[in-house]
């Protein structure tokens, strides 16, 4: 497809937009939501609850006492660890707060364990893996998990002995997944041309993956694309073509010092540049593309995203189920990384789409807020990790999206 013809359907009925990376740029008109409204459901609601999300665990995360939030069905819930500190979180949450026109109702939660009690146990889990080994039990994945109000923890093999030796160790301030987690990097749009869209099919080192949102460097100008770093750790060329040696359309080559995967680190990415690229990624089938035009600052659980790999393509319904675990894949352990799954069990972390984007929007708008990078999944597709993007950039420091224009 020519890419002069491909832009053509870019109208969209929308005025030319400047990227702008700050929630408070991201815009959406509409009336507030009908007091039977599901938050948790309603993708437009949803997004609404999201983005309150995220500015209240901005606002929260370094509160004495606070324990996590979520979206709920009537709107946010946010948890706190004791009386005194249900009066904090209370005061600075407030019962509710409008964004473009939604207004998303706050309740309190009051639980036993803060963040920080349940975060010292993750650590100490981690800590364990090896001793839990030598007993059989191979812990692949374990991180907060809000709803419960535990730490929960994912084997290799389940089964109830593991399960009632580690709650015997742990007590009951872990949840024990009681199914068989086996972790998988997901390393497994075909025929573009620059200026490169994210959401392409990928050739690195004999290695099917996925490209990532569109990036572009404050510090020398120039613009990258970036994928999974399991995807090649060694580093090598990058073609957007299934047979390179017949059809080689190269997009950029990765060297081994982009790489940023390591044991024990928060980012599985690596970078390389490229000649052109743009603000957009593919959304095939619900339609052509969408434009990137913000990033998220959190990752609420709850929230209702779409994933974009080169394997299952644009699968929406993907919902937050935690945002922070440590997952073991390819012989590495990363942490903080958010764990969801498609509500429907339909495939949306395949193997091949490690390195798509993960990002959320709203019914009828052909808009994305960025959210992360598909980097690992479950042998049941239908539940993965993605790397958030805050963390990718922190890595980078000089890398920014590409400007929406």
């Not at 983005?51 to 006492?65: E, I, S, W």
């Not at 093999?157 to 024990?176: E, K």
């Not at 000649?275 to 913000?294: G, H």
Request: glycine residues 10%; charged residues 10%; proline residues 3%.
């Amino acid at each position: 497809m020519l890419k002069s013809a491909r832009t053509a359907g870019f109208v969209f009925g929308m005025s030319a937009l400047v990227c702008a990376l700050g929630l408070q740029q991201f815009q959406h008109a509409g009336a507030a939501p009908a007091a039977t409204t599901n938050f948790f459901t309603n993708v437009d609601a949803n997004f609404a609850a999201s983005q309150v999300g995220q500015q209240l665990m901005t606002q929260l995360d370094q509160v004495a006492g606070y324990a996590g939030l979520q979206i709920v069905s009537g709107g946010v819930e946010v948890d706190s660890a004791g009386s005194s500190a249900a009066e904090a979180v209370s005061a600075i949450a407030g019962t509710s707060r409008t964004l473009s026109g939604v207004t998303v109702p706050i309740v309190i939660r009051q639980v036993a364990n803060s963040q920080a009690d349940l975060q010292q146990l993750v650590s100490q889990v981690g800590n364990d893996r090896s001793m839990w080994s030598g007993q059989g039990m191979d812990i692949t994945a374990w991180g907060v998990d809000v709803p419960s109000n535990s730490v929960m923890v994912m084997l290799a093999q389940y089964t109830t002995q593991a399960r009632d030796a580690l709650l015997a160790h742990y007590g009951n301030r872990i949840t024990v997944d009681p199914r068989d987690d086996v972790v998988e990097g997901s390393s497994d749009r075909f025929h573009d041309t620059p200026a490169w869209w994210g959401g392409d099919y990928i050739n690195v080192a004999g290695s099917g993956c996925t490209s990532w949102f569109s990036l572009h460097s404050t510090g020398n100008n120039l613009d990258y694309n970036a994928t999974a770093g399991h995807c090649s750790s060694a580093g090598g060329n990058v073609y957007n073509s299934l047979d390179p040696t017949t059809n080689p359309n190269q997009q950029g080559d990765i060297t081994q010092n982009h790489v940023q995967w390591t044991n024990g680190g928060n980012v599985d990415v690596e970078i390389y540049t490229v000649s052109s690229n743009a603000a957009r990624v593919w959304a095939d089938p619900t339609i052509q593309s969408r434009l990137v035009t913000s990033r998220a600052i959190g990752d609420p659980i709850g929230t209702l995203l779409c994933t974009d790999g080169q394997v299952d393509h644009e699968v929406c319904s993907v919902q937050i189920v935690n945002s922070s675990m440590s997952v073991t894949y390819n012989g590495k352990t990363v942490v903080q990384q958010v764990y969801c799954h498609q509500t429907n069990g339909h495939p949306a972390f395949s193997g091949g789409d490690s390195g798509g984007p993960v990002y959320a929007g709203k019914n009828g708008s052909s808009e994305a807020q960025a959210f992360g990078m598909i980097v690992a999944r479950q042998s049941d597709a239908s539940y993965g990790w993605y790397t958030p993007a805050r963390s990718i950039f922190a890595a980078y420091s000089q890398l920014t999206f590409k400007p929406a224009v």
